[in-house]
């Protein structure tokens, strides 16, 4: 279900929001990231993923976020859940003014291989381009938002 603007500016002010984060690696043990569009962490390479949906159960979740990010269905057992995070920003998709409303994630993070012949289109409302980057190179740069360098660490 989504939510009209003003209604999920109230749920980003009063609760955390879940989450599905994706760690995936290719057969070198690269790791996809996007760059953000959007806030928060906008700007920064980030790994694909996206929020859960009031009453969307779990599988029917992840299937709707990997078709989104990556452009094909991938399931659950396909993954496997490296953990739970938490993720807090002093903004939101709302600004970054003092009068906006900070954000408090609470994501899921799975890991997951594509295949080598895997074709990569970004969505164009999330991420402006898709890099494999290596895991040194991840938890080295400063373009690499922090909360993603914690799932390789």
Not at 20 to 33: C, F, H, P, S, T
């Amino acid at each position: 279900m989504w939510l009209s603007e003003q209604t999920f500016r109230t749920v980003v002010e009063s609760t955390p929001l879940v989450s599905i984060d994706l760690v995936i690696r290719n057969r070198e043990g690269r790791i996809l990231l996007g760059r953000r569009l959007n806030r928060p962490a906008q700007g920064f390479w980030f790994v694909p993923g996206g929020r859960i949906q009031k009453n969307e159960p779990l599988d029917e979740a992840f299937q709707r976020i990997t078709k989104y990010e990556l452009g094909q269905v991938f399931t659950r057992r396909q993954a496997r859940l490296m953990g739970i995070y938490e993720h807090f920003y002093r903004d939101s998709v709302f600004g970054k003014e003092e009068e906006m409303p900070d954000t408090h994630y609470v994501v899921l993070g799975y890991s997951m291989f594509l295949p080598d012949d895997f074709n990569l289109v970004p969505p164009a409302i999330q991420h402006s381009d898709y890099r494999w980057w290596r895991r040194d190179e991840m938890t080295s740069s400063p373009e690499v938002h922090e909360y993603t360098q914690a799932y390789v660490k």
